[in-house]
């Protein structure tokens, strides 16, 4: 896939700060970048926002919102004030997309836990349409059920978008976590025209850390081409970002982790 296709997602080389990483972005003549909330910070999103565009690059995403379940009301509510701040936050970056994490599996109810996961995006839609920022629903594997989301396939994504029926939320393809659904080019055609984002990494074993075991593109078993020709096919035309949190890749050199990726999104995806 062509670097005018790339965003580098800032987690991938996480001891960059925002400069380094768009000098970098720069150098290797990707597209975009998408970081995350906390990379902003230090600057402001208004002022973060500012320097991405003075380095000619795109923001494909902010990350993230969402973790809307909690054991009590309070907890609920402030996750909703999160949320808002991290839509307004995404708004002044100049991100169109704001990437929700739905929250784990509270008080052993997965069920009760969606519920939640639904009355939270409920709560922050209109304020997402008015800041013009669309919401991606994030299914994670079904391993990270009981710490980050009790959203596990594309699928139950899929119905939770047309549950709610509100264009102003989407799903975003995330090929480590997907990759494994039996009916996963049909979930990505029954997604057409709410796809708001394509993530790239690749699934390598034996897995050495929940959260920070994902491979780099061409190294695992996931047929990255053909899962982007499915995304495209169902009319995904934005730029994919490489997301990789691995201990292994984080322990390199960035630059070098940065050289090796994107060659990699050139010959796999």
């Keep these: ?21 768009l000098r970098e972005a720069g150098r290797l003549g990707v597209a975009g970048v998408a970081p995350w909330r906390e990379l902003i910070a230090p600057y402001g999103a208004a002022a973060a926002g500012r320097m ?36 307004d936050e995404a708004r002044a970056l100049g991100a169109d997309v704001l990437v929700l994490v739905c929250g784990p599996v509270t008080g052993r109810d997965p069920g009760g836990s969606r519920t939640m996961i639904r009355d939270g995006i409920e709560a922050v839609l209109d304020h997402a349409r008015a800041a013009g920022v669309r919401l991606g629903v994030e299914p994670l594997h079904p391993m990270m059920a009981a710490d980050r989301s009790a959203v596990t396939s594309l699928r139950e994504a899929n119905a939770l978008r047309q549950a709610i029926g509100d264009p102003q939320l989407g799903v975003i393809v995330d090929a480590y976590h997907v990759w494994w659904e039996h009916d996963l080019e049909a979930q990505i055609a029954a997604a057409a025209g709410h796809l708001l984002g394509f993530h790239v990494s690749d699934w390598v074993t034996p897995i050495e850390g929940q ?8 190294d695992g078993c996931i047929d990255l081409r053909r ?34 990726a994107t060659e990699r999104f050139r010959d796999v995806v």
Excluded: Q
């Excluded at 896939?1 to 990483?21: F, H, K, Q």
């Excluded at 982007?228 to 070098?256: H, K, N, Q, T, Y």
């Design 1 to 21: 896939m062509e670097l005018s296709r790339c965003s580098i997602n800032s987690i991938t080389v996480r001891a960059l700060g925002l400069p380094a990483l």
């Design 52 to 87: 991405i565009a003075d380095a000619g690059l795109g923001v494909s995403g902010l990350c993230r919102g969402g973790m809307f379940t909690a054991s009590t009301a309070a907890g609920r509510r402030a996750a909703v004030a999160d949320n808002l701040r991290a839509i």
């Design 211 to 218: 959260l920070s075991s994902r491979g780099m593109p061409g």
């Design 227 to 260: 899962m982007r020709a499915c995304v495209e096919g169902a009319g995904f035309r934005g730029l994919a970002e490489v997301e990789i949190l691995s201990d292994r890749w984080w322990a390199e050199e960035p630059r070098a982790v940065l050289d090796l």
